[in-house]
């Protein structure tokens, strides 16, 4: 009976090995994307001009899974009172910003709105983000929204 038992558990990991070794090899290349994690400094500058690039593991096919939007050299972005907009604008040909939302900052307490975003132009490719009234020194989070990407989240640091 142990004897039965002892060869049964050693086919079945065979078997388990072998099936888990040809799946894995059969699977999809994992690529990750590397971007700049740089902080653009923006002091002093009465607008911040802020490119937006798409990476992708296959640029003719892109698809949420394959693709990453990022701010070139501007993982942080660094303003201060002098700063009076933040402009950001899509240099990867064939992507465009989301109508509504293409750049969306988190709302601080009680809903404040403290950069108000439009779209510029009608092509969508560029957002403009006014500084309105007096922005605390904080850090905000917001969000690139490329139509058929996911959201990326970099940061504005207000010093």
């Not at 009976?1 to 059969?26: D, H, I, R």
């Not at 809903?111 to 132009?121: E, I, R």
């Not at 009608?122 to 309105?132: R, S």
């Amino acid at each position: 009976m142990q004897k039965t038992t002892l060869v049964t558990a050693g086919v079945a990991a065979v078997v388990f090995g072998l099936v888990g070794w040809f799946a894995g090899s059969q699977s999809g290349k994992v690529t990750i994307l590397k971007t700049s994690r740089e902080t653009k400094p923006c002091q002093g500058a009465a607008d911040c001009k802020v490119d937006i690039e798409i990476q992708c593991v296959n640029l003719s096919r892109p698809t949420p899974t394959t693709c990453d939007s990022y701010a070139y050299k501007a993982e942080v972005i660094t303003i201060n009172a002098g700063n009076a907009a933040i402009d950001f604008d899509i240099k990867t040909p064939g992507f465009d910003f989301e109508q509504s939302d293409g750049i969306r900052f988190t709302s601080l307490n009680n809903g404040d709105k403290v950069f108000g975003c439009t779209p510029q132009g009608g092509a969508n490719k560029k957002f403009k983000c006014i500084i309105t009234g007096a922005t605390p020194s904080t850090i905000y989070k917001y969000s690139i929204h490329i139509k058929g990407l996911d959201p990326t989240d970099p940061w504005v640091v207000n010093y």
